[in-house]
């Protein structure tokens, strides 16, 4: 192939394999050497049709230079997340798109700036200090409902997955007894790769039949939004359910499966991530007396927690891109229509921008991570997300003296969203 750097067997696998993902250490050396020797380097699937070849990025000056070159390297139209060819050929039938849920992370310009603007005033600070309230709120009453358990809790499942999850309920217009389902449907949206998570055996399923239980639950998630919609559009109110009910662009209001697709963003990717960096941020804190003891003492630390902790876990792990044009990348020739995969987590472990990457750092700085991307399609809700884990922690370190481990930590078996799925805590009450 001309002198490109090519990963194929045991290698390449690795970069697609759920489960890698869940050997954290595993894969950060896996990415550390394919750094060293190819930072830009072509995946090849041992078997022909499987999937598509793509480039896969690791070092973090290329991926920050995707990121911000969004007329180079597009959204569309290849898929926006790795997928296999069957996947993606079902995707077509059901929907005529790549995607199952076209979203605001599918979109390119000159579409996806005029939609990214109907929502972006709301999730700035400006408008989120209204919040503040609400959410210390539901932090203390999260957190003593933890220490209602007694000395050892799951801090995954008794903290920092519902906490924000209800925080993002809250704004889209979910009653609290409808969290469960869509904490469900969420997991087999990002989880389906783990078994623990999606409930439903996917991990043993071929990647069509994952891709049906995941178009069943987009549609189950259209259905309950349009019902949302419906509602705030005869009684609208300040929320961020609201506005996209009532949003119109080019004088027209969204169609319907777009309006849809905002709804599952916000709804999946606004509590999933957080929920994955808060857990990320404890567990570090759990590991280390010390530096707890240091942020109890000292809350102007606790900015430099929430921002280490979302570089270090990194919950969204990949997207992929579409070259627009030939180009050179990492002394590799790209060409126009070649598929790349920036990997996030490669990225924020560079030890080139991050000294000592696996050490959790909260004095990092400076901290320019790419956990939350770059350029214009930069997570929309990244203030809302350092709010919660501000205030969360505000509360923990107000009612809990000390935190230690209380068994094994697990992440979850996925490439696209990842995170802790359990930590064992042993909490002291302050």
């Known amino acids: 192939m001309n002198g490109e750097a090519v990963l194929s067997g045991e290698l390449a696998r690795k ?8 050997q954290w250490d595993g894969l950060l050396d896996t990415f550390d050497a394919i750094r060293a020797a190819t930072p830009v380097a072509k995946v090849q699937p041992d078997t022909p049709g499987l999937f598509d070849p793509f480039w896969l990025v690791t070092g973090y000056d290329d991926v920050m230079r995707i990121s911000k070159d969004n007329a180079g390297f597009l959204n569309n139209p290849r898929p926006v997340v790795f997928s296999f060819n069957q996947a993606i050929e079902f995707s077509r039938a059901a929907t005529g798109s790549n995607m199952l849920v076209d979203s605001l992370v599918v979109f390119d310009a000159p579409i996806h700036p005029k939609y990214r603007k109907l929502t972006q005033e709301w999730f700035m600070p400006r408008n989120l200090a209204r ?6 709120t539901l932090a203390a009453r999260t957190v003593d409902r933890m220490l209602e358990q007694g000395g050892e809790v799951d801090f995954v499942k008794e903290v920092s997955g519902p906490y924000p999850l209800r925080v993002v309920m809250q704004i889209l217009g979910v009653p609290p007894e409808d969290e469960p389902r869509m904490q469900m449907l969420t997991q087999q949206l990002f989880g389906g790769q783990d078994k623990d998570l999606s409930g439903s055996g996917m991990d043993q399923m071929t990647p069509e039949q ?21 509602d705030r559009r005869r009684n609208p109110t300040d929320d961020v359910a609201s506005v996209i009910a009532n949003a119109t662009v080019d004088g027209e209001p969204l169609p319907p499966r777009d309006m849809a697709g905002y709804y599952i963003i916000v709804a999946t990717a606004g509590h999933d991530t957080t929920s994955a960096s808060t857990a990320g941020a404890m567990q570090a804190l759990a590991n280390d007396p010390q530096q707890w003891a240091r942020v109890k003492a ?27 044009k030939d180009c050179e990348l990492g002394g590799q020739s790209i060409k126009a229509g070649d598929w790349l995969m920036i990997n996030y987590v490669a990225a ?8 000592e990457p696996r050490r959790f750092d909260a004095a990092r700085s400076p901290n320019r991570h790419l956990a939350f991307g770059a350029g214009a399609h930069q997570c929309l809700g990244l203030h809302l997300a350092r709010l919660e884990m501000k205030i ?19 992440r979850a078996s996925s490439t696209f969203v990842g995170g802790l799925k359990t930590l064992p805590l042993r909490v002291t009450p302050a």
């Open 15 to 22: 970069v697609i394999d759920p489960h890698a993902y869940a």
């Open 210 to 230: 994952v891709v049906q239980i995941v178009a069943g639950a987009v549609k189950t998630f259209e259905d309950y939004f349009a019902q949302i919609a419906e």
């Open 131 to 136: 919040l503040e309230g609400e959410l210390r």
């Open 392 to 410: 969360l922690f505000e509360a923990l370190l107000d009612r809990v003296a000390s935190v230690e481990p209380a068994g094994e930590a697990k």
């Open 348 to 355: 924020n472990h560079d030890p080139a921008q991050f000294a």
């Open 298 to 324: 000292d809350r102007s630390l606790l900015p430099g927690i929430v921002e280490e902790a979302i570089r270090w876990t990194t919950p969204v792990q990949h997207f992929m891109r579409t070259a627009a």
